[in-house]
């Protein structure tokens, strides 16, 4: 069996989760799966790719290998809507961003096959993101969050319009102390891209259940769009086109790191 997730230790304060970019599907669900299904669009495609740099910076990693369409690891387990008056694709989501059927007529997913997938698949990657923060605090008395995701920037059924191309999510402020979240957002305004602090996309659950910046917890969300380092229509990573990106990804995490250090 394909492990859950991937998982680097670094010598850093720094853990990098990376929940949307696996591919693989369980045994025999691809058969039951429409062939928009099957091509895994909403994937956050090559995420690991872009920030493979990250090792050399000393930061843990942790990356799921299978799908979102195995189960989201960025929805409660309640799959309770994460946004008001927004569609929500589900903890299994039966349809893409695009509104296409994932599954041939008659194939579901049942609740209990859901149950078991959280137990599975969802509990693993969220226990060892708790037990890294954990060791984190005690090892340097302060511990840094970043859920690295992508998304196409026109999504018209999840949200109007274009999508500035670095979406930083604090759960609102919740997540991360203030002046950290503005060290962030200030490398993301000197960069070239457009930049918004919790807009659209605000953090999902990952981000707002393991940042507790009152315990010393500082977690964010970073949703890139993807017309910035990667070729759309064959999907494939660009590494002409995601240089900039990358460094202005090295200049946010770099804020991030020094600002937490001075302020913890
Ligand atoms: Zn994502």
Not at 34 to 39: W, Y
Request: hydrophobic residues 35%; negative net charge.
């Amino acid at each position: 069996m394909t492990d859950v997730f991937d998982f680097r230790e670094g010598s850093s304060p720094l853990l990098v989760s990376i929940p949307h970019d696996g591919r693989t599907l369980l045994p025999g669900q691809a058969e039951c799966m429409t062939d928009a299904g099957r091509a895994l669009p909403d994937t956050d495609w090559h995420v690991r790719e872009l920030y493979s740099f990250v090792e050399d910076l000393g930061a843990s990693v942790i990356a799921a290998n299978y799908s979102r369409y195995v189960i989201d690891l960025n929805r409660p387990p309640s799959d309770a809507s994460l946004y008001e008056n927004q569609l929500a694709t589900g903890l299994c989501p039966r349809q893409t961003f695009a509104g296409q059927d994932i599954y041939l007529d008659g194939e579901s997913v049942s609740s209990r096959e859901q149950e078991t997938r959280v137990q599975a698949y969802w509990q693993p990657y969220h226990d060892r993101i708790f037990e890294t923060l954990n060791q984190l605090k005690d090892q340097f008395g302060y511990a840094l969050l970043w859920d690295a995701h992508s998304i196409a920037g026109e999504v018209p059924l999840l949200f109007d319009g274009v999508l500035p191309d670095l979406n930083i999510g604090t759960n609102g402020g919740a997540s991360c102390a203030t002046e950290i979240t503005a060290a962030v957002a200030a490398a993301a305004q000197a960069s070239p891209y457009s930049s918004v602090t919790n807009g659209r996309f605000r953090g999902g659950h990952i981000t707002r259940s393991y940042g507790a910046p009152e315990d010393g917890v500082h977690a964010m969300q970073l949703e890139l769009t993807q017309q910035n380092y990667m070729d759309q229509k064959n999907l494939s990573y660009d590494a002409e086109r995601a240089v900039g990106l990358v460094d202005t990804i090295k200049s946010m995490l770099h804020a991030f790191e020094t600002s937490a250090t001075r302020g913890t």
